[in-house]
């Protein structure tokens, strides 16, 4: 079965400190993992996805197949990344979407 | 600014009585996708269409949940009669195809009480 987790519900730093959102999936196959946020009274969008291997926004995350894991990093933290973040994956050759849980990730001055 | 347009945004209803909701995904974009968010929790698909033809509903509730794209643009989802445990925000998005970016509107937040 597809399944995301991510163990931290909430995950507060300050300003210019490193951040690391973890992610675990289980999947039989080869997988699409992303990553969605959604902003202060603002719509779910997305942020990277791994195929595309980018940076956005200083955001970066690597596919680790033999960990399972997706976790999204960015060296400094701004106060303008506080938001909620979700890891979801898709099978490749479709788009649905199995999300995990959620983060909120709270960036303090 | 240009998107998925949901309605309405937010909805209070009593137990028992029915409720739908509304989309119209960006022009353009074959593929819909409902998806309920209990609080708490990440959105869980209910159901895909591709233009008018249901894809995937294998996760709703078709005893009491229904939706519809009839000309495969906007789509209609409906809750008949809905149950304290509906209560959630229900996301509408949209994609052009496989593999591609899901856009999602800004969602409707139920409250059944």
């Known amino acids: 079965a597809q399944r995301v987790t991510q163990p931290e519900k909430l995950l507060s730093v300050f300003k210019g400190a490193p951040v690391e959102l973890k992610c675990n999936y289980s999947?039989?196959?080869?997988?699409?993992l992303f990553w969605y946020v959604q902003y202060s009274r603002q719509r779910l969008q997305l942020l990277l996805r791994?195929?595309s291997r980018e940076s956005i926004k200083g955001f970066t995350a690597d596919l680790n197949k033999g960990e399972t894991s997706f976790h999204l990093k960015k060296p400094f933290a701004q106060e303008e990344d506080s938001a909620m973040y979700y890891c979801?994956?898709?099978?490749?050759?479709?788009?649905?979407?199995?999300f995990g849980t959620g983060t909120r990730l709270l960036v303090s001055p | 600014e240009a998107g998925v347009a949901q309605s309405p945004r937010y909805k209070i209803i009593e137990k028992r009585q029915s409720v739908a909701f509304w989309c119209n995904p960006i022009?353009?974009?074959?593929?819909l996708y409902w998806y309920q968010q209990i609080l708490g929790q990440g959105p869980k698909l209910l159901i895909q269409?591709?233009?008018?033809?249901?894809?995937?509903d294998s996760q709703l509730p078709k005893d009491r949940f229904s939706a519809e794209r009839l000309k495969g643009v906007d789509s209609t989802l409906k809750i008949q009669p809905a149950k304290l445990e509906d209560s959630a925000v229900y996301l509408c998005?949209?994609?052009?195809?496989?593999?591609?970016?899901?856009?999602f509107g800004q969602g409707t937040r139920l409250t059944v009480v």
């Open positions: 979801a994956l898709s099978s490749r050759g479709d788009q649905k979407l199995v």
């Open positions: 999947y039989s196959g080869s997988p699409e």
């Open positions: 791994h195929i």
């Open positions: 022009s353009g974009h074959a593929t």
């Open positions: 269409f591709q233009n008018n033809g249901v894809v995937d």
């Open positions: 998005a949209g994609g052009q195809g496989m593999n591609t970016e899901a856009f």
